[in-house]
């Protein structure tokens, strides 16, 4: 059975930073594109970031970039987000999601993890 566990969420003030880790089990992690999405309150659950599964080849969503550092080990069957100079609309519960192949495809999903929350105070 595939799991995936996010961790490293909590509450920080504007400008700090937080690292999110997903562990993933019941699977060849290596095989497999990953990725995180976020959901804000009373928003729809939004595109973060992706990893290929070598970590050769990374997109995000512009209100990211140059802030937020996908990076995956897959000898621990990890995938991180780094996530710096945060702001308050970074606010949100960020889950993790494993692909169903090696290169993230839109819709493409295969499994989730439950969440983890971020709050970013002003």
Same mark, same amino acid.
Not at 106 to 121: E, L, R
């Given at each position: 059975q595939v799991q995936l566990v996010e961790s490293g969420g909590g509450s920080v003030q504007a400008g700090g930073s937080l690292r999110l880790s997903c562990a993933a089990s019941g699977l060849t992690f290596s095989n497999y594109a990953m990725g995180w999405f976020r959901q804000a309150p009373g928003k729809e659950r939004e595109f973060v970031a992706t990893i290929s599964w070598s970590g050769g080849s990374t997109s995000y969503t512009d209100a990211v970039k140059g802030r937020f550092t996908i990076s995956r080990d897959n000898a621990k069957r990890t995938v991180y987000l780094q996530m710096n100079s945060l702001e308050p609309e970074d606010t949100a519960v960020y889950y993790c999601v494993r692909y169903? #192949?090696? +290169? $993230?495809? $839109? %819709?493409?999903?295969? %499994? +989730?993890?439950?969440? #983890?929350? =971020? #709050? =970013? !105070? !002003?």
């Open positions: 169903q #192949t090696g +290169w $993230p495809k $839109p %819709a493409d999903f295969a %499994a +989730w993890g439950q969440g #983890t929350q =971020v #709050t =970013v !105070s !002003s």
